[in-house]
């Protein structure tokens, strides 16, 4: 069956998968990869693709959709179990409810939680790297538990690669009062909405921030990018570090945009922006 991945991303653009799986255990991810290795077919894993562009054409890989067992969430003392598919929201309100403080940063992240592993997902001064004790990730080749230096985090990176999959976390939290953290959650959402188009399609920020007194959104914005479309794309009239699907957008349509707006930071500033989403597929930006 083919599997169109624009219903697996937050933009919503993306062709078909060759292969799509949606693995429910350990045990069934082991079986996957040692199938795709011997059928010499790549692997890749889309959780929420809040950080993803997905090739218009498709991608020649077997895709993985965490669910079941592998998207649960428990809680033992001070340590929360959470399964790689677990979406980060869930995780908060099982946290806040067991009364453990720590995760509040990522309120407004909304993916998984092999998504966070995989770039150190983080805001507002926090990042997985400062909670996560450790993660079980599993290749073709076995399984194993690593710890955030074992999976080099560092500022929005980790070493994972496609073919890696990170079925479950520990994280280590502290005991918080839940009301505490819910006013916290409630002012840094509030914060977020003001500053950020939260109510449209978009793949969070597209460019990391360069090394400048300008941040990348605000650099764009002042290259009088903001609202400026390509097809169905449009950077954010809000942040000009997002883009929007303004409607029948396909992800042709963001990487000319993304381009336009590399070519006009390096002519006006003098920057090479390179960009936080994650591409999946045949699919790449033109040289500066
Ligand atoms: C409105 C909005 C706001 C955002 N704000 C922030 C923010 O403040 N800070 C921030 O850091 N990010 C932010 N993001 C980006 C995004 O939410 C994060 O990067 C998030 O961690 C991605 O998780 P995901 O499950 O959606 O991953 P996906 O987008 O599905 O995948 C991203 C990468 O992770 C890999 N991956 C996913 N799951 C696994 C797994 N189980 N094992 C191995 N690899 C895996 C994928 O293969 C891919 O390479 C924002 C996005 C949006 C849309």
């Given amino acids: 069956m083919s599997v169109e991945l624009a219903r697996y991303t937050t933009l919503g653009t993306g062709g078909p998968a060759r292969e799509f799986a949606r693995p429910g ?5 082991e079986t996957l990869l040692r199938r795709a290795r011997d059928d010499e077919l790549a692997v ?52 806040r409810a067991a009364g453990l403080g720590g995760f509040e940063f990522a309120c407004a992240i909304p993916g998984t939680i092999g998504g966070g592993v995989w770039m150190n997902a ?3 001064g926090g990042d997985f790297s400062q909670v996560l ?60 909405k003001d500053a950020q188009p939260t109510n449209r399609r978009t793949f969070g920020s597209v460019f990391k921030n360069p090394d400048h007194d300008l941040s990348a959104g605000r650099m764009l914005e002042a290259c009088g990018l903001k609202g ?18 303004a409607g029948g957008a396909t992800t042709a349509d963001a ?6 707006a590399r070519r006009r930071a390096r ?14 597929g045949e699919i790449s930006l033109p040289p500066l």
């Fill in 122 to 124: 983080g805001a507002y």
């Fill in 255 to 260: 990487l000319a945009l993304m381009a336009e």
């Fill in 228 to 245: 400026h479309r390509i097809g169905g794309a449009q950077i954010s009239p809000k942040h000009a570090n997002f883009i929007e699907n």
């Fill in 44 to 95: 890749a894993v889309v959780g929420l693709g809040s950080n993803l562009l997905v090739a218009d054409d498709g991608v020649d890989a077997l895709v993985l959709h965490l669910e079941g067992e592998l998207a649960s969430v428990s809680v033992e003392g001070e340590l929360m179990r959470v399964g790689g598919g677990a979406a980060n929201a869930v995780v908060l309100h099982r946290a």
């Fill in 25 to 29: 255990s350990i045990g069934e991810v």
């Fill in 133 to 192: 004790q450790r993660a079980l990730v599993v290749t073709a080749d076995g399984t194993g538990w690593l710890t955030p230096a074992e999976l080099g985090m560092s500022y929005r990176h980790s070493s994972l690669e496609h073919g890696r999959v990170v079925v479950e976390a520990e994280l280590r939290l502290h005991p918080r009062d839940p009301d505490a953290i819910k006013n916290d959650v409630r002012e840094l959402n509030r914060t977020r």
């Fill in 267 to 280: 002519e006006q500033f003098g920057v090479e922006l390179q960009h936080e989403v994650e591409f999946l």
